[in-house]
């Protein structure tokens, strides 16, 4: 799934994202793109768990359509 996180702007935030994603999910593949505001993961965790844990670390993500 690919999330926008438009709060996300450097690499500590980057950082932060893809340990609390690993934290429910500690095979979850998160390639974040700092620039362009995006996350992608693939994971075993519903979506609803991902958008709940990365706002649970200080983050909005919205889930992107398409």
Sequence with gaps: MQLSVDDMTCQHCARA???AVR???P???VIV????QCVTVAAD???GVIVTTISDAGYTAVIRAG
């Design 33 to 36: 793109d700092v620039g362009a």
């Design 17 to 19: 994202i893809t340990e």
């Design 45 to 47: 965790v519903s979506s």
């Design 23 to 25: 934290e429910a999910d």
């Design 27 to 29: 095979a979850a593949s």
